[in-house]
């Protein structure tokens, strides 16, 4: 994680020990905790794209909704230019937090009301944010049409979201969020639910927004080639935990820890799930130890008892007992 000092300007987006657990269980059942973000903390900065990248149940959308507010966390602090906004704004966040951090959601036949024209879906976060009056509105919305390669523009503004394409409400949906003139785009899975012919489109527009605007980009997704084609960086989640984290190119390269390695496997072979992925359920690890212990093929007995702590390897770190002192002592 970058260091916050006096001497630099600090990260667009810094996250320390981000924590939230949800109860399980009912009226005739005993509750338990499931704790779905575990001690998360990253650094994001302004046009750098960062990729959370994990199986479905890895945490990576309850990241994304801890980071846009919408459920609070259990623990830990989310600073935005160095300043705490859970300190600062406590129960909810404010409008101008709302305008600076905006979501692209997985699902662009969900996330536009299809009673309303797309000029209505543009029009309601310019005048709210105060990006724009009564009176230059339309030509607004015009240029986040234009900005969003939706040629002619004028041709999709009085358009409901039941008459474009999967991969046009997608960008009308990127467009709306562009309307607030963010720093940080969070998009959840942009591309899973377009036909592979559209994806590189939609990619190459968040590539030139991150690029040409530097907008900051946290994507998440279980598609490691979307994520290596967008992302400078990738964190790998399992069970709520970065168990690697690195520049892209090199975790796709050399992955380190065993479960980074299982993942692009699987991605690099359509037919092959991932162990428990086609149940929905995903062996446990040991109480006390590794939470991949159960699933580990290079598992060790400490592994069993003891959890690891995030080893530092050049350029990248990974928490896993085969890089520690003792483990790389027995190797030589």
Request: aromatic letters at 4%; hydrophobic letters at 40%.
């Amino acid at each position: 994680m970058t260091t916050i000092g006096a001497s630099r300007r600090p990260p667009l987006l810094t996250v320390q020990s981000l924590r939230k657990e949800f109860s399980s269980g009912g009226i005739f059942a005993r509750s338990t905790q499931l704790v779905a973000v575990n001690n998360v903390t990253f650094s994001l900065d302004r046009g750098e794209g960062v990729a959370l990248v994990g199986e479905s149940g890895s945490g990576k959308s309850t990241i994304a909704r801890l980071l846009l507010r919408l459920i609070k966390p259990d623990g830990g602090r989310i600073l935005l230019d160095g300043t705490d906004v859970l300190a600062r704004e406590p129960r909810k966040a404010s409008m101008a937090y709302r305008g600076r951090v905006q979501m692209v959601f997985q699902d662009p036949f969900g996330s536009l009301n299809p009673v309303h024209t797309v000029a209505h879906h543009l029009a309601r976060p310019l005048l709210r944010h105060g990006k724009a009056g009564k009176g230059d509105v339309a030509a607004r919305s015009v240029a986040l049409l234009k900005t969003v390669g939706l040629e002619p523009p004028e041709d999709f503004l009085h358009r409901h979201p039941y008459e474009l394409s999967g991969g046009q409400r997608q960008r009308v949906a990127v467009a709306r969020a562009l309307a607030v003139e963010p720093d940080l785009l969070v998009a959840d899975e942009p591309t899973s639910m377009l036909d592979v012919s559209i994806r590189v489109g939609i990619l190459n527009l968040l590539a030139r927004l991150k690029k040409d605007r530097r907008l900051a980009i946290l994507l998440i997704t279980h598609d490691l080639a979307s994520a290596r084609y967008l992302a400078d960086r990738f964190l790998v989640l399992y069970r709520g935990r970065v168990v690697e984290a690195g520049p892209s190119r090199d975790l796709i390269a050399s992955p380190a820890h065993p479960y980074t390695r299982t993942l692009l496997a699987s991605a690099s072979d359509a037919s092959r799930a991932l162990p428990g992925s086609r149940s929905g359920k995903t062996p446990g690890g040991a109480e006390t130890g590794c939470p991949y212990y159960g699933l580990c093929s290079e598992r060790m007995e400490v592994c069993r008892t003891v959890d690891p702590e995030p080893y530092p390897l050049p350029g990248r770190s990974v928490r896993c007992h085969l890089y520690s002192e003792s483990a790389l002592a027995l190797e030589r």
